[in-house]
């Protein structure tokens, strides 16, 4: 009896060890994700201002005649209604080029927002993408670009620091998580546990086995969905996930056998373990705590890859699916 309970206690204090260590993880882990996007916001905001004002400084002769006409009018007494009224008469009745240009009047700051078309960006059907830039009426085009690579600068200043501040902070976070996981290894370590059978593969993840005899894995975190993609996904296997938060990345393992050539091939995915394994993604996702009703999808192996778009990124545990989702029937959340 003794034995028995302090098998019972060895386990409690090994599972408290392992939630210990998954939390520290999960912070570290969401700290990343908090740094990255905000570095990433910072040198976005960088490299918009830093268009804004090539543009400006491209168009400045288009620029100083819009700003010519605007304040010539505002001299001679038009009041900023009527002037309104003037530049979307002449854009509609007239197509008057200097008058296309210009988006909006801001009477409170002094300040014109024109559309000056970007040359070095098109969108996915080849035309040149637009963007509005704001121009004080009272600068020229120079003297406004002069302005805008200045605020460029110290934007850029403070976001190195900023940046550096992160970083920083960040270090400190993972060399506090690594202090908390290696806590939590060395209590794992001190409980003596009596042999237990030897743990299948897939258990490391969350996992189970279909009615008609399936296995379903899915990815615990973002790391976890990353291994299982890229080392268990094979041919004639399903990836199923769901356009919900925080929903699992799964895998449908097929089943294999041997044909007479002697060559191994998957066979066919039933309907009814898609649909198993697609209730799965769901529970595992933010409709389990909503008790939403929604639908899970699924792909072929094949449609699955690590490979982004040009100029974009994938983040751990995120991928690109090309061509058709096949979407499962809505499900009930039962696991």
């Known amino acids: ?94 197509q008057n080029p200097v008058a296309m240009l210009i988006t909006r009047l801001n009477l409170k700051d002094d300040t014109v927002t024109l559309t000056l078309p970007d040359p070095d960006t098109e969108d996915e059907n080849g035309v040149v993408v637009s963007v509005d830039v704001t121009v004080s009426r009272k ?48 209590k794992k370590d001190k409980i003596k546990m009596v042999p237990t ?28 969905n990353e291994v299982i993609v890229k080392r268990y996904l094979r041919p004639g296997d399903a990836y199923l996930h769901a356009d919900v938060h925080g929903a699992a990345s799964c895998i449908l393992r097929a089943k294999r056998r041997r044909n007479s050539n002697g060559v191994t091939e998957a066979l066919p995915l039933p309907e009814q373990a898609l649909r198993e394994a697609g209730t799965f993604t769901i529970c595992k996702s933010s409709a389990w705590a909503s008790k939403m009703v929604t639908s899970a999808w699924w792909v072929e192996s094949h449609q699955v890859s690590k490979t982004a778009p ?25 696991m």
């Open 310 to 334: 040009t100029g974009e990124y994938l983040t751990v545990g995120s991928f690109m699916v090309r061509g058709k989702k096949n979407y499962l029937p809505p499900s009930q959340l039962e």
């Open 197 to 224: 059978r030897k743990q299948f593969w897939w258990e490391k993840f969350n996992w189970f086995i279909t009615s008609d005899n399936y296995l379903v894995i899915g990815g615990r975190d973002a790391q976890q």
């Open 139 to 186: 600068m020229s085009a120079h003297a406004n670009a002069r302005v805008m690579f200045a605020q460029t600068r110290q934007k850029k200043e403070k976001s190195e620091k900023t940046i550096e501040a992160s970083l920083n902070a960040m270090k400190a976070a993972e060399m506090n998580a690594m202090k908390q996981l290696k806590e939590s290894k060395s």
């Open 1 to 94: 009896v003794d034995k028995f309970f302090s098998l019972i206690e060895d386990q409690r204090q090994l599972q408290k060890a392992e939630a210990a260590e998954r939390s520290a993880k999960e912070r570290l882990e969401k700290i990343r994700r908090d740094q990255e996007k905000r570095i990433e916001g910072l040198l976005e905001e960088q490299e918009k201002m830093k268009r804004e004002a090539t543009l400006v400084e491209t168009f400045a002769s288009d620029i100083d005649n819009a700003l010519l006409v605007i304040n010539s009018a505002l001299e001679n007494g038009m009041d900023w209604d009527d002037l309104e009224s003037l530049v979307e008469y002449e854009k509609k009745e007239n």
